[in-house]
């Protein structure tokens, strides 16, 4: 009997936690996803470029608007250069959180690690195709590159 109760209580929290993980809030400012941030000394993506320049790594804060999300589950989104370039992918740590479809054109403030390394052509495609893609445009991917990654621990909505 025992055994019974436990198993059953085990059964209502993991549908209580799996429930709480599918409802992903509404962007508006202020609001916080993964790690509790502040929007304080954060850098620009025109800064975080330069920085890029001279180190390939970068630990702290970015700003930037968000100009693609991922259409499956809000497993990424891209922020937008300053400049010429495709927008720099933003994926979340143990991919502990999600964004909602409502975040694009919006300004945010992410805290996390930024690297420069290679995509591979397959890793391309996958995110292509999460993020809604049609066939001709992921057969269109066939090289690798160079770029900015960067994993988030926590994002929040400037404006």
Known sequence: ??????????????????HAQETIP??????????AISKSDAIGVQALEAKLAVDSTYTGKV???VVEVCKKKGCFIRVQREGEGDPILVRFKDYGF???QDIVGKTVVLEGLAKV?????AQQQHFAEDAGKNADEIASITK?????NI???GVVVVN
């Open 26 to 35: 509404s962007a508006k400012p202020g609001v916080q996803y993964g790690k």
């Open 63 to 65: 700003q930037g608007k």
């Open 1 to 18: 009997m025992k055994r019974l109760i436990v198993l059953f209580t085990a059964l209502i929290c993991l549908a209580a936690i799996t």
């Open 144 to 148: 690798p590159k160079v770029d900015i």
């Open 117 to 121: 390394k290679e995509v591979s052509v």
């Open 151 to 153: 994993v988030a621990d």
């Open 98 to 100: 999600f964004m909602p």
